[in-house]
């Protein structure tokens, strides 16, 4: 009796094993050449007493080319741009497939990156190897580093359900008076479907600002690791409410 007792506790333990084994994921991109994604960043603040904004990117992104070291070439095009503002009783509107006269001038700065593609590289991992360049030149390109075809990168370490790293996610514009910090979890594989959950603290500005604490979820294909749904939350301080930030791939109407 005692040797089937052992026998069943050992057998328990290799099944144990072997489930355990099967939740570790080698995270990396796995896209082909030709790959297309249209993505649309978000961003809109609700429930702000001193009023609200949204605004809403459009990007399509095409892989030029995989090298043999896994490494992506990838062009971008900003198709469409979107911003609406009511704060303080002011309105700004603008939409680039529409003239406007109350852009506030953001159509003068902002036009000159539409339709006009940007090329950058990245290794399977989505470091960032050549910077998004335009290839017709504009004052600044600062903005670009926002448009990834994903958008955080992946660690190297294989992973499991509850792995956690850490990450600088700062807005390189702001990083010196705001850092960001995130911690990024990995959540696991469902349905073909790996999901990672982020919680991040930007840092606030002396007697101005408390930090601020911001939470989401990110979603990507099982296989081809193509971004499926990205969604951030923080609260607003001055004002109330909360600010919104997704990227999801185009939906029909945009």
């Not at 470091?127 to 990168?153: A, C, G, H, M, R």
């Not at 807005?171 to 073909?192: A, E, H, Q, R, W």
Request: charged residues 25%.
């Amino acid at each position: 009796m005692k040797n089937i007792s052992m026998l069943a506790i050992s057998l328990l333990m290799v099944i144990s094993c072997q489930k355990k084994e099967l939740q570790k994921e080698h995270l990396s991109l796995n896209l082909p050449r030709g790959f297309e994604q249209t993505l649309i960043y978000t961003s809109s603040t609700d429930g702000n007493s001193n009023g609200g904004m949204n605004e809403a990117t459009e990007v399509k992104f095409h892989v030029d080319s995989v090298d043999k070291n896994s490494n992506y070439y990838i062009t971008g095009e900003i198709m469409r741009m979107t911003f609406n503002q009511k704060m303080f009783g002011e309105e700004v509107h603008f939409d680039s497939r529409e003239p406007s006269d109350s852009d506030d001038g953001l159509g003068e700065e902002l036009k000159p990156m539409i339709n006009n593609p940007f090329t950058f590289k990245i290794d399977k991992f989505g470091n960032i190897l050549e910077k998004q360049k335009f290839t017709k030149e504009v004052s600044d390109e600062s903005s670009l580093s926002t448009y990834n075809i994903i958008p955080f990168v992946f660690p190297r370490e294989t992973v499991e359900e509850g792995f956690t790293w850490k990450v600088d996610t700062s807005n390189p514009l702001t990083k010196s008076i705001m850092p960001v910090t995130s911690s990024f979890t990995y959540k696991g594989t469902k349905d073909n479907k790996v999901e990672f959950a982020i919680n991040s603290t930007m840092k606030g500005v002396e007697e101005v600002m408390k930090d601020t604490d911001i939470k989401g979820k990110y979603v990507f294909d099982g296989k081809t690791k193509a971004l499926i749904s990205a969604e951030r939350n923080m609260p607003v301080q001055f004002g109330g409410g909360t600010a919104t930030f997704t990227i999801t791939p185009k939906i029909e109407g945009f």
